[in-house]
Nanobody, 124 residues
């Protein structure tokens, strides 16, 4: 088991930046791949970015955020980050991190450990 807690959400203007953090506990963090998902009211939860376990050399991004968002991990701090730049109003959502063994995925159903979410609001 791994427990996850997100933080770093808030209100920003379009074009601004936020850095989200996902802090893990309860198991060996380096063995878990981590992905970020987001969900806006009335919409399905969608994949944002993922990173593989250990060194995290392999990353994956949704087309909608590619070039603007960067996922990274610091195993010594049991933390995965999502750096979000050039934010757009359509990025407004609750953001969740999720963990699974070894390899990341784009599918919600592939993940069993989830954080509580952190709200991101981008104003125009």
């Amino acid at each position: 088991q791994v427990q996850l807690v997100e933080s770093g959400g808030g209100l920003v203007q379009a074009g601004g930046s936020l850095r989200l953090s996902c802090v893990a506990s309860g198991d060996t963090f380096s063995n878990y791949a981590v992905a970020w998902f987001r969900q806006a009211p009335g919409k399905k939860r969608e994949f944002v970015a993922g990173i593989n376990a250990r060194s995290g050399g392999l990353t994956d991004y949704a087309d909608s955020v590619k070039g603007r968002f960067t996922i990274s991990r610091d195993n010594a701090k049991n933390t995965v980050y999502l750096q979000m730049n050039i934010l757009k109003p359509e990025d407004t959502a609750d953001y969740y991190c999720a963990a699974r063994p070894s390899y990341t995925s784009r599918r919600v159903a592939d993940f069993r450990s989830w954080g509580q979410g952190t709200q991101v609001t981008v104003s125009s």
